[in-house]
């Protein structure tokens, strides 16, 4: 019983382009969202959260959008950089347990020159 | 900057062995916790601590156990290893569990059961 789930494996993009991750999630008790990053043999990092409350949050390069409604969130990267590339994982917790996490299964993301 | 620290990075254990994941975390985190990564599976959270003394499970505890008798040190015990536990496992912590949900992750350790 996958709660959040990203259904492409894998993406590419040419640099200087939009990147756009999606995510769906179906507990309707998931409060806050994040995305991870994960460079090979490396542990994830984090890279931009939003809360419940909002529809939108933007870090420099990085927009996450939340649509509650369709439970749907997506990750736009602008513009798209070579360094960019890595796997990306949304996740999802529920009130009161910010810290425990259910993560989705990972978009591998290529930005190619 | 140690941050969260895992070992081994590497092993290799034959089915029925047992072995401890040492995870040692220097930020003065309340909130550990314990993740495997497996193909098309994403991150599964296996246990987690939310501080000392103090331990619970995951959405996949069977075949693992977890102690917390320091702030610092949350290892991962497997009792009784099986080739379906081989994954890559990721300790992480946070200042705590309803914090922001922005984890720090080790680098992970990767074990293969044959």
């Known amino acids: 019983d996958q709660q959040v789930k990203q259904n492409s494996p894998s993406l590419s993009v040419q640099e200087g382009r939009i990147s756009i991750l999606n995510c769906d999630y179906t507990?309707?008790?998931?409060?806050?969202f994040l995305w991870y990053k994960k460079y090979p043999a490396e542990g994830p990092t984090f890279l931009i959260s939003?809360?419940?409350?909002?529809d939108k949050n933007e870090d420099g390069r990085f927009t996450v959008f939340l649509n509650k409604s369709a439970k749907h969130l997506s990750l736009h990267i602008v513009p798209s950089q070579p360094g960019d590339s890595a796997v990306y994982f949304c996740?999802?917790?529920?009130?009161?347990?910010?810290?425990?996490?259910?993560f989705g299964t990972g978009t591998r993301l290529q930005v190619t020159l | 900057n140690a941050g969260v620290t895992q070992t081994p990075k590497f092993q290799v254990l034959k089915t029925g062995q047992s072995m401890t994941l040492q995870c040692a975390q220097d930020?003065?985190?309340?909130?550990m916790s314990w993740y495997r990564q497996d193909p098309g599976m994403g991150l599964r959270l296996i246990h987690y601590?939310?501080?000392?003394?103090?331990?619970d499970q995951g959405e996949v505890p069977n075949g693992y156990n977890v102690s917390r008798s320091t702030t610092e040190d949350f290892p991962l015990r497997l009792l009784s290893a099986a080739p379906s536990q081989t994954s890559v496992y990721f300790c992480?912590?946070?200042?705590?569990?309803?914090?922001?949900?922005?984890?720090?992750f080790g680098e992970g350790s990767r074990l293969t059961v044959l």
């Open positions: 992480a912590s946070s200042p705590g569990l309803a914090n922001t949900g922005e984890l720090f």
């Open positions: 507990n309707s008790m998931f409060d806050y």
């Open positions: 939003i809360s419940s409350i909002k």
């Open positions: 996740a999802a917790s529920e009130p009161g347990t910010a810290s425990k996490l259910t």
């Open positions: 930020m003065n985190h309340e909130y």
């Open positions: 601590s939310v501080g000392a003394g103090i331990t």
